[in-house]
């Protein structure tokens, strides 16, 4: 055979690239839609992240921006599972705030419940001492009301007195049923602690210092002092500067 005719037979043989190429194109295409895939899923990884650092509350703001020097986006800065634990203690500080604002709501609550009991209380103990009070002192008006009866009749000026004697000692009474006790500071030494001196007078009869005349008698409440005994003291007379003077 001649070189001639076996150059012919080699350019008969067909040639089998197509299918090579065809499946090169292949892998080509399925390296594009991984790419492709793979770029969607970082977007939307990038998009949830920025949608919880928008949905943080302004004290944890400072994370949603990197440094300035920084290029790189937020979501590419910012880890998942920190926004994820930041948003948690958030929500458990506000839940803790929420329950310490009621505990204090509460308190507040019962604060005022106890002043409304307590100005109840001191309401009614009043109202009881006021009772207790009156309820001594009405047989002294009954009294009184009997005597002023008797006035209209044709009683003698004796009778009278004797319906006065009878409040007055009725009157007493109700004083000591109360602990209620009376100053008589009559011809005894002025005490300022129980007496009240309405003016002084010269006296040759008493010691300086002597209540020689009482304008009310005082009262007092065990050691409590209701009202003093408002009194005239004497302040010697000339003999008893001249008694003084031949002692000295």
Do not use: C
Request: charged fraction near 35%; aromatic fraction near 4%; proline fraction near 4%.
């Amino acid at each position: 055979m001649s070189d001639s005719d076996k150059f012919e037979k080699l350019t008969d043989i067909p040639i089998e690239d197509g299918p090579q190429q065809t499946q090169a194109g292949e892998e080509t295409e399925q390296d594009s839609v991984s790419s492709q895939n793979h770029k969607n899923t970082g977007k939307k990884t990038g998009d949830k992240n920025k949608q919880q650092l928008d949905e943080l509350p302004p004290e944890l703001s400072e994370i949603k921006s990197p440094e300035k020097d920084n290029d790189k986006k937020p979501s590419e800065n910012i880890d998942p599972e920190m926004v994820e634990e930041l948003i948690m203690k958030y929500a458990r500080a506000r839940k803790d705030l929420q329950k310490e604002k009621n505990s204090k709501l509460r308190l507040a609550a019962d604060l005022e419940n106890h002043k409304k009991r307590h100005q109840k209380n001191l309401k009614l103990t009043y109202e009881r001492a006021r009772d207790e009070l009156l309820f001594e002192f009405l047989p002294v008006f009954d009294h009184l009301e009997m005597a002023m009866a008797h006035t209209n009749d044709e009683s003698s000026l004796e009778s009278l007195k004797e319906g006065v004697d009878m409040i007055i000692a009725q009157f007493k009474k109700t004083l000591q049923n109360l602990n209620i006790d009376q100053i008589d500071a009559l011809g005894k030494q002025f005490n300022p602690k129980f007496h009240e001196a309405m003016s002084q007078e010269e006296s040759d009869e008493h010691e300086a210092g002597t209540v020689i005349r009482q304008w009310n008698k005082g009262y007092k409440f065990g050691d409590k002092l209701i009202r003093p005994a408002r009194v005239v003291v004497a302040k010697g007379g000339q003999q008893n500067q001249n008694n003084q003077e031949k002692q000295g």
